[in-house]
């Protein structure tokens, strides 16, 4: 049972039931600073008092808010009503913006915050930060998951990062709206459930030992704002966290319908037709010294990519004067074939049975396109009062808001060209889950609020966008860079993501893969990927594939619950019905022989598997049975993988 006990009139003390066998979870506190206690740790404090605040602006309209100041709460109370911890700061640097904080445990053992805030202060309320937690504890082996791109994981957070709390930017770079630091056995989580995924910061570590957020309402004068519930949730491992926040997020969210093309697991090479016209300092990714500059010379090194046994061929700088030139416009160029030389590639591609799918940037326009020119009103206008300005290559961009109607019209009819005449078989649409989001202040757009408009606008641009190719090419591929819940609802791929920009964090990719499975990843098969990019041994993952691809897709990903190697290194499993498949991945520069023990009780199985087959390797394994473990030894060459596939 769950129950309040009171001492003092203030004391809180709120039991849960256990959590994977630890003992009562309870949140106590006497007055506005309450603490998080599960399986006899301290986890960290919800200080209602020192770390609430709002961001305000003078100004009387969201659309002009574009400065503001930070205020602290004058004074908060807390009270008990019913069965429920009410919190109330009635004013904001002395003026009347009233808050209100109702804490409630739930069905799934957490704690849930759901927060009011009435402006009646002349000017908007744009920002509203907190609840959060504040001196979170040091956890044996404690590291900090945080949704960037599709994760990273940072060990020992507050030493990292101790002098000033790091911001993360959500929707895009941070990919979901929780992140949850754990050690040995015990944790805590803070998620947003907020379906309309709106700009918001993810906010951690610095002097106060921070899990907290910032999110962006612009609340007008007279106004009322409901925020997002955000939970609090004690948990034994980071997969707990993530299944809660999987089971929030199918709630309300769409299934994306997965092209069979991408559940073919391609494996497609770039080929650059134009670089850049300047070698970008910074960005190595495409350069001069990879251009085949037409496109008759791009189909002889598809003819070699034939040969080698690859699907197809992913077209970069085909259009304008090559890579991150024209954005938003998209026409072949002459000097490359022009049109008819661009069909005559892709139908010969189509020949080999090779696909073809085409570069398209969806966030960025060329400040000297034909586009722009005529329709400057495109952009996305920030907190600056003018566009986000990024230079790439010796060229000049502004960032576009997907919210714009016109915007969105733009992009959809350059798919459509690049499906319906071209022949092209999809369309990478770039930086939607990489590169930055930003506010935009433009109100002709349409959008609700700033906030609102990365993830309102491409929803919109999405959902048309499959609705257009529903008629013209129902197996297209749309795949977008990076990783981002927001778009995964609507397109076939996700690239993942790179970019490790915090110092001191993992890539951490399995984060984004276990709490989304449905949203299909680039990668290798050691977590199921669509080995769309770069495998380590084409034969090997394609041989991997072939055996139980279908078991990546249908099947559970278990990442590495009950799972261990000896010695230590990457491993994962899936799990169906009766089967079962383990990758183990050898980073070392030899081979290595490593002992693996997988948890039958996990599986749900007793018995030792009928039959154990290393796949790329063509050897049968010999398992044996250890204390509820199946126990097997694999080798695995230098710099390679593994999968062992279990039948019962």
Known sequence: ?????????????????????????VLRGDGPVLEVVAGGEALGRIDLAGTLAVLYSEEPSIWSATS????????????????????????????????????????????????RVWNRAPGVVVGHRGPGLSDVADLPGGALLIPNRPGHRLANPWLHYGSQPVILEYPVPASMQYMV???????????????????????????????????????????????????????????????????WYRSWAREPRVSPLVRAMPSMPGTVIKARPIDDPYLKDVTKDQEVHTYAAALEQARGYHSSGLEGVHLVGWFGQGHDTTYPDYWPAEAMGGEAGLVEYIGALHDMDMLAVLYVNAR??????????????????????????????????????PGCRGYQDHLVSEVRRVAERYGADGAQLDQIGAAWSVLCFDPSHGHRTPATAWAEGHAAFLSRLEAMLDVVAPEFIAWIEGAWEGAGQYVDLSQGGFWPDLPG??????????????????????????????????????????????????????????????????????????????????????PVRFLVTLDLRRAGKQSLPTSARAIAAEQDVAPVIWENHVVFEVSVPARQMEAVHLRW
């Open 1 to 25: 049972m769950r129950s309040f006990m009171w001492s003092g009139g203030v004391l809180l003390l709120l039991t849960l039931p256990s959590v994977a066998g630890q003992s009562d979870t």
């Open 68 to 115: 503001w100041r930070e205020l602290a709460p004058d004074q908060v109370s807390v009270t008990r009503a019913g069965d429920r911890l009410r919190a109330v700061a009635p004013s904001f640097g002395g003026l009347p913006i009233r808050m209100e904080a109702l804490f409630e445990p739930t069905e799934d053992d957490a704690i849930v915050a759901k927060v």
């Open 181 to 247: 630091y754990a050690g040995s056995g015990c944790g805590i989580a803070l998620h947003v459930q907020d379906t309309e995924m709106a700009y918001k910061h993810l906010v951690f570590a610095g002097p106060k030992r921070e899990m907290t957020v910032l999110q962006h309402p612009f609340i007008p004068p007279g106004g009322r704002w409901d925020s997002p519930d955000i939970v609090f949730q004690p948990v034994d491992d980071w997969h707990r966290a993530a299944e809660f926040y999987r089971d």
């Open 364 to 401: 960025l326009a060329n400040v000297n396109s034909e586009s722009y020119h005529a329709h400057p009103e495109w952009r996305a206008l920030t907190q600056t009062g003018h566009p986000r300005e990024e230079r790439v290559g010796g060229e000049t961009f502004h960032v576009m808001c």
């Open 505 to 590: 964090a993992e890539y951490f990719p399995q984060m984004y893969r276990y709490t989304l499975p449905e949203h299909p990843l680039f990668g290798d098969a050691r977590m199921g990927g669509v080995p769309y990019w770069g495998v380590t041994d084409l034969g090997r993952n394609r041989a991997i594939n072939a055996q139980v691809g279908d078991l990546f897709w249908d099947g559970v990903f278990m990442d590495d619950q009950g799972l261990e190697t000896s010695p230590s290194t990457e491993g994962h499993w899936f799990l169906a019905e009766d089967e079962a498949v383990v990758t183990v991945v050898n980073d070392a520069s030899v």
